[in-house]
């Protein structure tokens, strides 16, 4: 195995997961509120004023953080380190030393995850003067744009990265399992009024595995994340055939 065979490797170990979390949080979050924005009156409250919801935002954003540190992050050598240097010395021989994991490596959308990551890091946004921030926050991109899609992508240059350098590969599966749907199930227990029912996991797993199945595309027409809002007809389409899905399942 090259290096870079293994430097690519060792990339997805530490990324897999945490692009697992943050797709799975969006698909939860977009179930949750394509219900509530379609029938409001089932609900007695907003499904992301329950405790839940922000702890899960708050997951999913310390992912983002960590997939930029594990591709960006820079550090010295074990050797460096215990001679009790910061930076790389002169006489170390090491390629790595002091740099990114994926130095060298041609990936996308690692500006922006840099802009979502100062903006996770630093939530009082007005403190942030670094020019290429600046403007991003000033497009309210920090607030609109989609994190699960830049990610999506940035693990889709991944793989293609290690099939570049011939490395077996294959993309992540994302699956809807009982994991996922017991969380949402849970955030709509603490939001739906009591008339409303609950709703089975057959219905919940059915709805986020058709939300990835019309994201992904999407994800990967548009990797930067700008996602489209949904007219009033699709909002009440939506709410008919979901309406019937639910009555189906009670």
């Known amino acids: ?3 870079l065979e293994s ?3 060792t990339i997805r170990v530490c990324t897999d997961t945490s692009v697992e979390t943050v797709i799975t949080y969006w698909l939860i979050r ?4 394509q219900l509530f924005a379609a029938a409001p009156g089932l609900f007695w409250r907003p499904h992301y004023n329950t405790p839940l919801s922000p702890m899960l935002g708050a997951h999913a954003d310390a992912q983002v953080i960590r997939i930029h540190a594990v591709l960006c992050g820079s550090a010295v050598c074990n050797d460096c380190r215990a001679a009790g240097q910061k930076k790389k010395q002169p006489t170390c021989s090491k390629d790595l030393c002091g740099k990114p994991l994926a130095d060298g490596i041609s990936l996308r959308g690692l500006e922006d995850l840099k802009n979502h990551r100062d903006v996770v890091g630093h939530p009082l946004t007005f403190q942030l003067d670094r ?3 600046r403007q991003f926050v000033d497009a309210r991109r920090d607030r609109t744009d989609v994190r699960a899609a830049l990610v999506w992508d940035v693990h889709r240059s991944i793989v293609e990265a290690q099939l570049a350098a ?3 590969t294959s993309i992540l599966d994302i699956r809807v399992g009982p994991n996922q749907t ?6 709509l227990k603490l939001c739906l009024r009591p008339e ?3 709703v089975g996991d057959a219905p919940l797993a059915q709805w986020m595995t058709e939300a990835w199945k019309k994201d992904r595309p ?3 027409k548009h990797p930067d994340g700008r996602y489209p809002r949904k007219t009033d007809a699709e909002l009440h389409a939506l709410y008919e055939r979901m309406k019937k899905d639910w009555e189906a399942s009670r």
């Open 7 to 9: 430097r690519l490797k």
């Open 196 to 198: 409303a029912g609950l």
């Open 131 to 133: 020019a290429g921030i």
């Open 166 to 168: 011939g490395a077996p």
């Open 218 to 220: 999407w994800f990967e």
């Open 1 to 3: 195995m090259t290096d």
């Open 30 to 33: 977009r179930v949750a509120g």
């Open 182 to 187: 017991a969380v949402l199930a849970s955030i």
